[in-house]
């Protein structure tokens, strides 16, 4: 996927029905809103502070190497990286203090800023990565419910059980100026790093692709001597 498709499908998320969710109470009711206020807001992106976005980060953050993932929680490639090689890759070098690991989430499609908004719920690094752990493995799940309400309430039951109370979830699925500054923020960062697929990652600040574990166990030891 180019680059420019990356940041097309940005303005996409932000289009018409971008921010449908279903609305509070039970989930058998079919019921569905538009979230209100910035969500339908006029303006650009370029008119949005996304200074109030902060990167979920885990590790040394005086470390030597710092690793940022760019990845959408609907990508099936990310979903594999998550299941394999990040569990090694927190084993050899995040528990061990030997990097600082950035996640920075990418937004192909409003599925993607939904899983997001529940994962960024908690507001802590811990339960973010907690969160996007159970988000990769129930992906075959949620991202293949069927309809957008159907979506929405398996990502609930993962928030759920994760621990987040119901009402949290809602405010945090109804915040329209979130939803629309995290879109911006992604496309600022997608633009700045040069990003133009997922997977991709940066090691002290050079892209690279979708990599087998041993390849990135490499760039990362040969950037720390």
């Not at 998320?13 to 921010?19: D, E, Q, R, T």
């Not at 995040?94 to 997001?116: C, M, Q």
């Not at 969160?131 to 990502?155: C, H, K, N």
């Amino acid at each position: 996927m180019s680059r420019m498709m990356i940041i097309s499908a940005a303005v996409a998320v932000l289009g018409v029905g971008a921010y449908f969710v279903t609305t509070p109470g039970p989930q058998t009711s079919g019921t569905s809103i538009d979230l209100p206020g910035a969500a339908f807001a006029q303006g650009t992106e370029a008119d949005i502070d996304t200074s109030t976005i902060v990167d979920m980060s885990i590790g040394n953050p005086d470390a030597p190497v710092t690793v940022v993932e760019y990845a959408s929680f609907t990508c099936p490639h990310c979903a594999a990286f998550h299941a394999g090689p990040f569990k090694q890759l927190k084993t050899d070098y995040i528990d061990t203090g030997k990097i600082n690991f950035v996640y920075r989430e990418v937004y192909f499609d409003r599925f993607g800023l939904w899983a997001s908004m529940i994962a960024r719920c908690g507001g802590r690094a811990q339960s973010f990565f907690g969160m996007t752990d159970l988000i990769y493995a129930e992906q075959s799940t949620w991202s293949r419910a069927g309809e957008p309400a159907a979506i929405v309430a398996e990502l609930r039951k993962i928030g759920a059980l994760a621990g987040l109370d119901g009402d949290a979830m809602e405010t945090c699925l109804q915040d329209g100026d979130e939803a629309r500054t995290l879109v911006a923020w992604y496309q600022e960062n997608a633009e700045a790093d040069g990003i133009e697929s997922t997977p991709s990652f940066v090691i002290n600040g050079k892209r690279y692709s979708n990599m087998s574990y041993a390849d990135m166990a490499e760039l990362i030891d040969d950037a720390s001597e």
